[in-house]
């Protein structure tokens, strides 16, 4: 068992090749020579026994071969006699675990539950079978937090390049990928190029979070830079706070105050129901009172490039269709509604021409993208850039990179998600803290995201003790 993790971790990748027959020799050499170690046939390939005893015999020791789909103990049995090396399975079978560990092979039970984990591990397993993979991150997170020293997981099924970080991120040590490297009739060419790039993208150094202060904010919202300083607010407490690298303050706040942005001098923002300008002391003046509708209150806004002011709205409770947005060139000056129908109107960031507001739906989980005229402070219908289908959580915050890309806080999803322009995420950024609120750019390309600690029960605030934080994601 330490050969195979020594092996898995030189290189983190399971090598499942269903289907495998007749090309095996020259697939799995090809796989060998990209620098994979491990190879596994499911027993649901054509007569995978004989392909099992074939790459045994002509390995001898080089590659760790296993079988896959293994599901009675006469099976281990047969796989023992062969010399194969390892046993997965897609369910925990404590009689097959038990058996694979007698017989000296590596089981990998696969397991979907913490009960099911547990039981695995009781009956000899040391490397599960995170199955299926996709988007499990968040689970695999807490359940990673509560296993015994040297338990691995192995993440199968669905598993993306995207998906790495956040895997990572989980305590997931190796992935387990098989149509997206083989299929039959690709040739071991193929394979083998696939390969190196899969190795390559696991051997990448990746993009982590470090939490960099923690005031235990209840929520955290719209992170700033503000010169060298970081400011953001928790609007429930309510207070200003800022880290200058170093400390991290705290101001308490007349008023709660649910997004600022710095701008002539000066920070301008969002109350409840007016927009306000703040010196940095977190002096308060208020503008003219808006007409928000029943039961609502203003939640995230931006400034526009001539300085003028848009706000969005949301309903206390919740309540579809009540959001609306709001444009003053200047917070002293009355506000008015340019755009209505939406659920929580959250982050909000414009176009580097100027010409299309961004602003997220939290309720719908949309991304919506609004033709805009700066200059009249008008809104055009908008159209949706994308609904986040399969990313977990839902969309918040929202900033936009140097390079023009939009980033995502996904609240309850654990992660920041880059966006491509069609909507596609491109890579998702663990956080560990679940309630991810709002992000923001700082100097040479550094990302830092606030977070909160609103409505996470005692074991989840005992997982991620950096909830109410400041993160930070360096390049």
Known sequence: MSTFDEILAQAPLVAILRGLHEDAIPVVEALYAAGVRVAEVPLNSPDPFTTLAALVRHFDGRMQIGAGTVLEVEEVERLAALGCAFCVSPNTDVAVIRATVAHGMVPMPGFSTPSEAFA??????RHLKAFPAHGAAPRLSALSAVLPKGVQLVAVGGVAADDLEGLRAAGVTAVGVGSDLYKPGRTAEDVGARARTWLQVLRERPARAERVCN????????????GDEVIWLDPTAPALLRWNGETCTRTPLSEPVWSLSPHAGRLVGNGETHLLSMTEEGRI???????????????DMTVDARGGLWAGSMHRGLLAGKGALFYTPDPAQPARRVAEGLGVANGMVFSADGRTLFVVDTLARTLLAYPADIAAGTLGEPRVVTDFLGVPGKPDGLAMSRQGRLWVAMWGGQAVVELAENGAVLRSIAIPAPHVGALCFGPAGRLYVTTARARLAPEALAAFPGSGGLFVVTP
């Open 120 to 125: 695995a591990i009781a009956a000899g397993a």
């Open 215 to 226: 005031p235990q904010a209840l929520v955290g919202e719209s992170p700033r830079m503000l």
């Open 285 to 299: 003046t208020p503008g003219p009172e808006l007409d928000v509708g029943a039961g609502c209150r203003l939640n």
